[in-house]
């Protein structure tokens, strides 16, 4: 159990809808991080929040969106869903993002299926 | 950010050491080296990190020569439980990439009994 929590653990939904994933970070961690895992692109950066304020951003699509809430929890908002768009939804939380070495620890995931 | 080159696969046998060589040619000098481990379905875990010589902890070495350009990540011992994809990562994880991990294809390692 890396101290992460996603929310919810599956999540069906059709084409054109649009859902929200929810991460907890692990106690006392200011970074967090969300990823998109599909069987033919693999492990994919999306975005990073660092203590409310977005900090690095990836391959994220302008159909998704995230945000960092004051108490330090994520969710990102996905939306105009696509088939596409299945795939496995992981958030990590690190630390901070300072000048030293920041371990990342990542959640169970959500895994979305749009149909 | 630096690429990584790893063997797509590797096959092992229980109580066998397991040695996975990633190579990274264009590693910066503020890169660090990690390297998780994935099962099914679940999220990438922790294993070990380290930014030159060898590192150690409970689980695993990180061997890493003086150039720097690869690293081995040594399992001592393997069990099936081991059976996972292993991703090298190279990057400046805490500093100005702001911890942008780039997560290559990974090496699929099968312990077999």
């Known amino acids: 159990d890396s101290g992460v929590t996603q929310t919810p653990k599956h999540l069906i939904t059709a084409t054109g809808q649009r859902v929200t994933l929810r991460c907890s970070p692990r106690?006392?961690?200011?970074?967090v991080y969300w990823y998109q895992q599909s069987l033919d692109q693999g492990l994919q950066f999306l975005i990073q929040y660092y203590n409310g304020e977005e900090r690095a951003k990836g391959n994220i699509l302008e159909r998704f969106s995230a945000q960092q809430f004051p108490d330090l929890h994520s969710e990102l908002n996905l939306s105009s869903l696509e088939l596409g768009d299945s795939a496995l939804y992981f958030c990590?939380?690190?630390?901070?993002?300072?000048?030293?070495?920041?371990?990342?620890?990542f959640g169970p995931g959500t895994r979305l299926t749009v149909l | 950010l630096a690429k990584t080159t790893q063997p797509i696969s590797m096959d092992s046998y229980e109580g066998q050491e397991v040695n996975i060589t990633c190579s990274h040619n264009n590693i910066a000098t503020n890169d660090y080296i990690t390297w998780y481990q994935q099962f099914p379905s679940q999220g990438p875990r922790f294993i070990i990190q380290?930014?030159?010589t060898k590192v150690t902890n409970e689980v695993a070495s990180l061997f890493i020569p003086a150039d720097r350009k690869s690293s081995t990540l040594s399992l001592p011992r393997v069990s099936l439980s081991d059976t996972a994809v292993y991703y090298c990562?190279?990057?400046?994880?805490?500093?100005?990439?702001?911890?942008?991990?780039?997560f290559g294809q990974g090496t699929i390692l099968t312990v077999h009994p």
């Open positions: 990562l190279v990057g400046d994880i805490g500093g100005t990439s702001y911890g942008k991990l780039t």
């Open positions: 990590a939380s690190s630390v901070a993002g300072g000048p030293d070495t920041d371990t990342q620890y």
């Open positions: 380290g930014y030159k």
């Open positions: 106690s006392g961690d200011l970074s």
